[in-house]
């Protein structure tokens, strides 16, 4: 799938389930509103009853108002009776007429009373089956709706969850949508993640087979003149091609090595060979190995060793690899006269050995996947930087196997800092 066709088909894919998203959530609001319109229907009929009730109760058969009930908030109603209300009667009452019309709610009331302006009773009532508090007091404020009649008020607190409870097949529904949803977007990453993989196999196959192909190449063409007969009579000429070959096979070598060493490294870190090394030791003898290949690049390298316990456990071998591997970037990466600084000290229980140069540096993107396999810093069609990928993930999973960590500063233009955090013997 080339990219073109993965972002259409990932722009398709978030608009498909933004709709199902949308679709999903207005199927729901409409039965959320079928509930709570089904709901009022119920308390108001039973609010009308309590008010005739109340009337009848206080042999007041006049009642000159056309619908005593009004419906203020989602869960607070007001009924307005022409006479006094009577508190232990309007609870009973409200009882049985919400059992009646299967309101099974917690509920609190409270009675205005016209002669003091103001509400003087208030009461919350627990269902039997849905209650978890124990007292009677009301937590609810009920308003001041300048109502200048005898009215009661009536508050569900629970009402939300209530109706809430009766759209349970709706959450299954959602729920299954949701994992679905997870389902799929986990597949799209995956789908990612096999086409950054694709990508990387891809530029390893490319940067192997420019690594490969030069030194076949050279080989090739050496050992055709080699074979011509003439050659004997020029031995000069013989012994240069063969020099060409030797040096060809030996950078072959190198990079077949490079790549097994790399493919085996979990095997390896299994089997390091621990001892006792002197880490200010090991990079006083690396500075003297690789003069030569500083006095080549007309470079620099700097040595300071701060640390006084520079003991650790580690596998010399591997260890050097691991710092000749960053200075060798140091140098390779780096477009003016090379300087590598190298300094050890010691921080809290840890030996860090810090390596920095002033190369061209890492940008913050690339500094994320710079220590992945086979990642390499992309400098577009230029492959004047030879290499698989592999020298800093082996640098990583190395420093990790001494029971250690890693970290990278950089910047571009600015060259990097690799700094070792190795604990030290105590």
């Known amino acids: 799938m080339n990219s073109k066709t993965l972002r259409i088909f990932v722009a398709l894919s978030v608009l498909l389930l933004g709709g199902v998203i949308i679709v ?21 009929s039973a609010l009308r009853v309590v008010s005739k009730r109340l009337l009848d109760f206080n042999k007041n058969p006049n009642n000159k108002l056309i619908d005593p009930v009004e419906r203020i908030t989602s869960n607070y109603y007001t009924v307005q009776v022409n006479d006094t209300i009577n508190h232990m009667i309007l ?36 269902h039997s089956e849905n209650c978890d508090r124990s007292d009677s007091t009301s937590n609810y404020h009920f308003p001041d709706l300048k109502i200048h009649n005898y009215y009661f008020g009536v508050h569900f607190p629970d009402k939300k969850l209530f109706l809430l409870s009766d759209l349970d ?23 990612f993640k096999q086409k950054r993989l694709s990508e990387i196999q891809n530029d390893f196959i490319n940067n192997m087979t420019h690594e490969f192909k030069t030194p076949i190449s050279t080989i090739s063409i050496s050992s055709e003149v080699l074979m011509k007969p003439e050659i004997v009579n020029t031995p000069e000429r013989l012994l240069s091609y063969a020099a060409i070959i030797r040096k060809e096979a030996a950078r072959l070598k190198k990079n ?17 060979n621990f001892e006792e090394v002197d880490i200010n030791e090991l990079i006083e003898d690396l500075s003297i190995n690789c003069e030569p290949l500083f006095k080549e690049k007309n470079g620099e390298l700097i040595v300071e060793l701060k640390a006084q316990n520079a ?25 003016r006269k090379p300087l590598i600084k190298i300094s ?25 996947q710079v220590f992945n396999k086979f990642f390499r810093v992309h400098t577009g069609d230029v492959h004047n930087v030879k290499g698989f990928g592999l020298g800093l993930y082996y640098v990583k999973e190395m420093v990790e196997g001494h029971k250690g960590r890693i970290e990278l500063k950089s910047k571009i233009g600015e060259g990097c800092e690799f700094r070792l955090f190795i604990p030290y013997i105590v």
């Open 344 to 368: 050890s000290e010691n921080i809290g229980n840890n030996l860090v050995i810090s390596i920095k140069d002033n190369g061209i540096g890492i940008s913050d993107r690339d500094q994320k």
């Open 24 to 44: 999903q959530y207005y199927w729901f609001r409409q039965a959320y509103d079928i509930q709570d319109r089904d709901f009022d229907q119920r308390a108001t």
């Open 91 to 126: 609870e009973e009452f409200l009882k049985q007429e919400f059992a009646h019309n299967d309101i099974r709610l917690n509920f609190e009331f409270g009675v205005y009373d016209c002669l003091k302006d103001d509400i003087n009773y208030t009461s919350f009532v627990c």
């Open 256 to 272: 077949v090595d490079t790549v097994l060493q790399t493919a085996n490294i979990a095997q390896k870190i299994d089997k390091l």
């Open 169 to 191: 097949n709706w959450f299954v529904s959602s729920a299954i949508l949701l994992v679905v949803m997870a389902f799929f977007v986990y597949a799209l990453m995956l789908i």
């Open 311 to 335: 003991l650790i456990k580690a596998d010399r071998l591997h260890f050097t690899n691991i710092i000749h591997n960053l200075i060798d970037n140091g140098v390779k990466y780096c477009e």
